[in-house]
């Protein structure tokens, strides 16, 4: 119906104009801390569950890769879990967002003009965190789980470099042969987490 219609696009946009906003935040801010508190207020406002992880539970919990890529920060990384249950007896969905808060590239440091706007690089945790969000407003027949990595790539004397080798959250190794490869670490460690539901 029409006002369904409404009520439907207004959350949409919503959802959308928050996510720009978060991402827009500059990285001395939006720090993987604090977008990880974003999405504590963001459930609490919203009927949805939410775990964070710190830096010794997923150093715990041995996803290397995640840590591999963080390590290098001295922003601690956080692991965000949302869920969202609004159907009973019914398989969630997963979403698993990078969540990169400020990618230099690590020791393959990006070049200019790439390395400007890489605190872009959350937009894909923020956007999953926004549609958990928009689930519950909605009351979607859905159960959802938003899994969000969220760390920095950054230039250090512990940073991971080529030719390392880490080991995953499900047990697979995998060797390092570029730094600015980041993305695809931290999304399996998150991937093999969520696969779990």
Request: aromatic share 8%.
């Amino acid at each position: 119906n029409f006002e369904y219609e409404i009520r439907y696009a207004s959350v949409v946009a919503d959802a959308v104009n928050k996510t720009r906003d978060l991402v827009n935040t500059p990285p001395n801010v939006a720090t993987p801390e604090h977008v990880a508190s974003y999405a504590k207020e963001l459930a609490k406002r919203n009927i949805l569950k939410c775990i964070v992880f710190d830096e010794k539970q997923i150093k715990k919990m041995k996803m290397g890769c995640f840590i591999g890529v963080a390590k290098g920060s001295i922003n601690k990384p956080r692991l965000v879990v949302l869920e969202y249950n609004g159907a009973k007896n019914k398989k969630p969905v997963a979403i698993v967002g990078k969540g990169v808060t400020f990618d230099s590239g690590g020791l393959n440091l990006k070049p200019y003009p790439y390395i400007l706007n890489m605190k872009d690089d959350k937009g894909g945790a923020v956007a999953a965190m926004h549609i958990a969000e928009a689930c519950s407003k909605l009351k979607m027949p859905v159960n959802l789980v938003v899994v969000t990595p969220l760390c920095e790539n950054m230039i250090d004397a512990a940073s991971y470099r080529p030719d390392d080798v880490l080991k995953a959250y499900n047990g697979m190794t995998v060797e390092i042969k570029n730094t600015d490869a980041e993305g695809r670490l931290i999304l399996a460690d998150a991937l093999a987490y969520a696969k779990q539901y």
